[in-house]
Antibody
Framework: EVQLVDSGGGLVQPGGPLRLSCAAS????????MSWVRQAPGKGLEWVSV????????YYAGSVKGRFTISRDNSKNTLFLQMNSLGAEDTALYYC??????????????WGQGTLVTVSS | DIVMTQSPDSLAVSLGERATINCKSS????????????LAWYQRKPGQPPKLLIY???TRESGVPDRFSGSGSGTEFTLTISSLQAEDVAVYYC?????????FGPGTKVDIK
């Protein structure tokens, strides 16, 4: 059974860093691209970033480019999102999601339960 | 960026009746090399993560009831629930994975009339 368990969310001060993790199981992790998607309170879904199965290709939304870094450890079946210079606009429920194949351009077929990030002083 | 719009914002349909949700993209999502539309539909129930229903505009995800269907090509797409069930109450999102940055529609809320 495919499982994605998001973690690492919490309360962080403006300008601070936070690192999210997503532990994957039930599939060959390195064979699938992985994404982060977020939903701010009262807003819709916003795609944040994607990384290819090998980890060699990454893409970001303009709103996070230069501040967030997506990475993966295929030996530990874990996806990461390093978030720096956080602002109130980054407050959201963050989901990791699996792409349906190893390329970045694929639909998201499994999602974690989400981890809440709150940026506030 | 490709802008995704959905209509209506919300709709209420009687049990057993048809629900239709429209999605438009600001650019074509059809990739000529493989003749595929890079468009997916998700269902989001309160307290749950999104669930993939349809991908490549019209391919139903495994396990999704056949009352859900997707159609369209290029810039205009439709999600149809042929006979609404109580468990279909949710927000539905379209999503383009054709071009970075990937984008979602604003969502359509479906309720029972």
């Amino acid at each position: 059974e495919v499982q994605l368990v998001d973690s690492g969310g919490g309360l962080v001060q403006p300008g601070g860093p936070l690192r999210l993790s997503c532990a994957a199981s039930g599939f060959t992790f390195s064979s699938y691209a992985m994404s982060w998607v977020r939903q701010a309170p009262g807003k819709g879904l916003e795609w944040v970033s994607v990384i290819s199965g090998s980890g060699g290709t990454t893409y970001y939304a303009g709103s996070v480019k230069g501040r967030f870094t997506i990475s993966r450890d295929n030996s530990k079946n874990t996806l990461f999102l390093q978030m720096n210079s956080l602002g109130a606009e980054d407050t959201a429920l963050y989901y990791c999601a699996r792409g349906s194949d190893s390329t970045s351009y694929s639909p998201l077929d499994y999602w974690g339960q989400g981890t809440l990030v709150t940026v506030s002083s | 960026d490709i802008v995704m719009t959905q209509s209506p914002d919300s709709l209420a349909v009687s049990l057993g009746e048809r629900a239709t949700i429209n999605c438009k993209s600001s650019q074509s999502l059809l990739y000529s090399s493989n003749n595929k539309n890079y468009l997916a539909w998700y269902q989001r129930k309160p307290g749950q993560p999104p669930k993939l229903l349809i991908y490549w505009a019209s391919t139903r995800e495994s396990g999704v009831p056949d009352r859900f269907s997707g159609s369209g090509s290029g810039t205009e797409f439709t999600l149809t629930i042929s006979s609404l069930q109580a468990e279909d109450v949710a927000v539905y999102y379209c999503h383009q994975y054709f071009s970075i940055p990937f984008t979602f529609g604003p969502g359509t809320k479906v309720d029972i009339k």
